[in-house]
């Protein structure tokens, strides 16, 4: 990953390079795409865990917007990935929701508004923001913790 350099490094390229200081510090700036963590796992203020093994480079979906997603869903036991019980990959049919208005689990909404169109992560939700004390169908039970790879395809 690439750090933002000081004033003594940015003058001695500027000099050596014969170009003005601001041209130099151009060079530098990093981007959203240079700036991932890519493989580096985050959490976030509600617990929501999140790995991105793929920096996308589109857009960023707003509230509203429709997100058009691949992706799979596993049990998360004992910090592995446990029984799969959904994937839109093997349907062969990409998951579209609307983001930010609560049609998908909160970890989901909180997990994917950060993401870049092209964009591949890993979420790891608690129960707490995914389907709680209820569990889902009797495929998910009471209390589970999700961990989910999704894929950013699109943004409508």
Known sequence: MRTRPTLATAL?????TGSTLGTALLVFKPTF?????????MTTASGLQLIDTVAGSGVTPKTGQTCVMH???????NGVKGKKFDSS???GQPFQFTIGV??????????????????????II????GYGARGAGGV?????????DVE???VK
Do not use: C, H
Request: aromatic residues 8%; charged residues 15%; positive net charge.
């Open 152 to 154: 950013l395809l699109g």
């Open 33 to 41: 795409a240079t700036a991932q963590t890519a493989g580096k796992q």
């Open 71 to 77: 992706y799979t869903g596993w049990l998360y036991e």
């Open 102 to 123: 609560g049609q998908v689990i909160k970890g989901w909404d909180e997990g994917v508004a950060s993401m870049q169109v092209g964009g591949k992560r890993t979420l």
């Open 126 to 129: 608690p129960a707490a923001l």
């Open 140 to 148: 998910i039970p009471p209390n589970a913790t999700l961990i989910f």
């Open 12 to 16: 001695t390229i500027a000099l050596v």
């Open 89 to 91: 990959l093997d349907r």
